[in-house]
């Protein structure tokens, strides 16, 4: 008969495993943001999640910004992005694992205009799934307060172009 013990380490042994084996398989998500202001104007950016902070990116027209990732076997990983030009200012959850994962395939592209930012839609190769800008709350974001200006968990290749 199996003590508490060995079941609770069989347990984690196969958590850790489950975990070793989506890191494996499933890879790492890749995010672009694109600059596509049509007044020309340069789209200044900064990313966040939990526990990174991407820092502060200024783009020309056409031009982007990418960061990859390895997404969490819990589900759970975002990153949100605070928008700025002009007297704009605009707030975006540019990476929710339950709502990308799928959609994004691993390459969740956006092309970001006035008006909100758009997916890169893999069936029509267009920026055609068009989302609206975070309501503006306290700060701007539902996210506020929770980026921690360290790179310690990100394991990104970022890249300006």
């Not at 759970?76 to 694992?97: P, S």
Request: with cysteine; proline share 2%; aromatic share 18%.
């Amino acid at each position: 008969m199996f003590s508490f013990q060995r079941y609770l380490f069989s347990f984690v042994l196969l958590v850790f495993l489950a975990h070793l084996c989506h890191g494996l398989f499933e890879g790492k998500a890749h995010v672009r943001i694109i600059n596509g202001l049509n007044t020309g104007e340069d789209l200044n950016l900064q990313c966040k999640s939990k526990d990174d902070d991407l820092g502060p990116q200024t783009l020309a027209f056409n031009k982007f910004f990418e960061f990859s990732f390895g997404p969490s076997f819990w589900k759970n990983t975002l990153f949100f992005c605070r928008f700025w030009w002009g007297n704009e200012y605009h707030y975006f959850d540019i990476y929710k694992q339950k709502r990308d994962e799928d959609r994004c395939l691993k390459k969740c592209w956006w092309f970001v205009q006035a008006t909100g930012p758009c997916l890169l839609n893999g069936t029509t190769g267009a920026y055609d799934i068009c989302e609206e800008w975070n309501p503006e709350l306290q700060g701007g974001s539902s996210q506020v307060g929770t980026g921690i200006y360290d790179s310690k968990h990100l394991k990104s290749i970022e890249k300006v172009g």
